[in-house]
């Protein structure tokens, strides 16, 4: 039996095998092909929407024709440069892992404009779509008012979608986006000029393999850049490989990036100048320029935030800040100057452990350097940090605040102050919270106020930084935070366990050896 039966799949697969393929199977599979290769161009001056679309000379003219095509994996959308459009751009399919759909520019010119009268909603839209790359468009959706309206730029939303994957948004210019400051219905830190949200209850939609990268967000609202998974507590819930990278922020009405929701996210190399701009009263007014929340794992670092402002009603105004349910999340080699509100947030309040602030260099921000807010997160380890703080300024170098943390905050947990160097020659002082705070191998140089903590093996000489205070904008302008040869600094610290291997001008950290004082590990100059 079992013979006969490998003799009828060997007959059935000589057969279909060496059948000829006819001319009507042929056709048919270069269609498929062409379809899932083809280009579509849309030119609002010559183009005609009854043309094919799939050459320059055969191009669609509005985007209305877009929108009502499904396209397929592998197709490209590609908008005339110089064009513009007044319309929403909805296009409609998904791609797929190896074909992803791709909307770009073609020809030469300014980036094709996509835009928006100030109405809700956003000029590029997606809707539970995957595999989808966006890039080379100038995106804007102003109003004179803001008001109660929801506005985005570039706005990809998942719900009930399940998994949306595969999303890269790049190299775009997204500007005058109006964005609401009030809760209407949803909270208005998820919309602004890119956003990446889910909006719906179930915990199972969420985003997988998120890339946005070298944008220019600027003159937008609520928030610049923002990725938000609304239910994400649970195992599986929260959205997973995201990667904010390379972006400018500017002149932004409240946060300038913000990651809310997600698992091991990655905020790299990008600029936030000018965030927390606006204010409205009756509001939530609180702003900071680069901060992740509610997540796990989460690395910032290498960015740069300045002139972050703390208009009346903002108690917050601080470059870069770890807020509510921060889970193992990392602040590492960012350059925090000029803020309005002061370099560090860390934001207890509910479940955060393990906040890890390191190698990062703070240039004359105001009123706070580290601001402990609703209570102390438990493990908070805050090391070779260099600040640098100008006569003149009041900044307080420690401080605490909303220490019940809506009934929730605990000051009575320890946390850790290594190895930093503090040059101060400001007024302020260091308002410590709690009793459990453990300080070791600090410098404190400059003027020592009253609350100066007690450190066993603390130095107050001058740390002979080759050029401080001279840090320009720009993450690599900060080399006069290098330390010189004599420096007390050099080789005095004290180890630290998984110390991340490297400072913040890449020179080696040692497991082994006694690592330097400040943010520079090298050799002194």
Not at 18 to 26: A, H, L, S, T
Not at 74 to 103: C, D, E, F, M, V
Not at 313 to 334: E, L
């Amino acid at each position: 039996m079992k013979k006969n039966i490998m003799l009828y799949f060997l007959v059935v697969f000589v057969t279909f095998s060496c059948r000829k393929i006819g001319p009507v199977e042929i056709t048919a599979i270069k269609k498929v092909t062409a379809e899932r290769t083809a280009s579509y161009y849309i030119d609002p001056d010559n183009g005609k929407d009854s043309n094919a679309g799939t050459s320059e000379s055969t191009a669609w003219k509005t985007i209305a024709k877009v929108n009502a095509t499904t396209f397929q994996p592998g197709n490209t959308i590609l908008l005339k440069s110089g064009g513009i459009w007044n319309a929403q751009l909805y296009p409609k399919g998904s791609g797929s892992a190896t074909s992803p759909i791709r909307i770009s520019s073609y020809g030469t010119g300014a980036k094709p404009k996509i835009f928006l009268s100030g109405t809700i909603g956003a000029p590029v839209y997606l809707f539970n779509q995957s595999n989808w790359i966006i890039e080379n468009l100038e995106v804007s959706n102003y109003s004179a008012t803001r008001g109660d309206v929801f506005r985005q730029g570039i706005f990809i939303q998942n719900t009930g979608g399940g998994v949306t994957s595969n999303i890269i948004i790049r190299n775009n210019y997204v500007h005058a986006v109006s964005g609401s400051f009030r809760y209407a219905g949803f909270d208005p830190h998820a919309f602004g000029g890119i956003a990446v949200v889910t909006t719906g209850t179930a915990g199972t939609d969420r985003f997988d393999n998120v890339t946005i990268e070298g944008n220019i967000v600027e003159d937008a609202g609520r928030t610049g850049i923002v990725v938000w998974d609304n239910v994400w507590e649970a195992s599986g819930h929260a959205s997973t490989n995201v990667k904010v990278l390379n972006n400018s922020v500017k002149d932004i009405d409240s946060d300038g990036i913000l990651i809310f929701g997600c698992e091991g996210a990655l905020i790299d190399h990008n600029v936030a100048n000018n965030c927390g701009r606006y204010r409205e009263d009756g509001q939530f007014n609180g702003a900071a320029a680069i901060w992740p929340t509610r997540g796990r794992n989460c690395i910032t670092q290498f960015n740069e935030a300045f002139n972050t402002q703390a208009l009346d009603g903002n108690g917050d105004g601080q470059g870069f800040d770890m807020d509510i349910d921060s889970y193992n999340f990392i602040m590492q080699y960012n350059y925090s100057h000029d803020n309005a509100g002061g370099f560090m947030l860390i934001l207890d309040a509910s479940n955060s452990v393990n906040s890890i602030v390191r190698y990062n260099i703070s240039q004359n921000d105001r009123r706070t350097i580290f601001n402990f807010a609703g209570g102390i997160t438990p493990g908070t380890m805050i090391y070779n940090n260099t600040i640098y703080i100008k006569s003149g300024l009041n900044t307080n170098i420690i401080d605490h605040a909303w220490d019940d943390g809506g009934g929730k905050g605990d000051l009575n947990q320890a946390y850790y102050f290594k190895n930093n160097i503090v040059y101060n020659q400001g007024s302020g002082n260091y308002i410590v919270p709690g009793v459990l705070g453990v300080f070791g191998s600090n410098t404190f140089y400059g003027n020592h106020p009253s609350g100066e903590p007690a450190d066993p093996d603390k130095l107050i000489a001058d740390p002979l930084f080759v050029s401080p205070g001279n840090g320009l904008n720009g993450i690599n302008t900060v080399n006069g935070y290098r330390l010189s040869i004599g420096s007390q600094a050099l080789n005095s610290g004290t180890l630290i366990p998984d110390n991340g291997g490297k400072d913040y001008y890449g020179n080696m950290v040692s497991s082994t050896a006694l690592p330097n004082r400040g943010a520079y590990n090298g050799n002194g100059l």
